[in-house]
């Protein structure tokens, strides 16, 4: 999948969309789209610095309010 030619912050704006479902929609757990999509912000985010285990770094950069992480699930 090519997410290249997307802006970032709009990859993020869907990823945040999708992940807020996750309870009401667990199949996405296990689309392929949503698995290649996370992968990829992973990636980027560890070339800028960013350590995907604190889930606090990773919210952050996703543009989330760190700590929101339980508050959202």
């Excluded at 997410?3 to 970032?8: A, E, K, N």
């Excluded at 789209?33 to 560890?46: D, T, V, W």
């Excluded at 990773?58 to 992480?69: I, K, T």
Aim: charged share 25%.
């Amino acid at each position: 999948m090519n997410f290249i030619d997307t802006q970032l912050a709009d990859w993020k704006l869907v990823y945040r969309v999708l992940h807020g479902q996750l309870s009401r929609q667990p199949d996405l757990l296990d689309s392929p789209f949503f698995e290649a999509l996370q992968g990829y912000l992973q990636r980027i985010a560890r070339q800028e610095g960013v350590d995907g285990t604190d889930h606090g770094a990773w919210d952050e950069w996703l543009g989330n309010q760190a700590g929101r992480c339980t508050l959202r699930n």
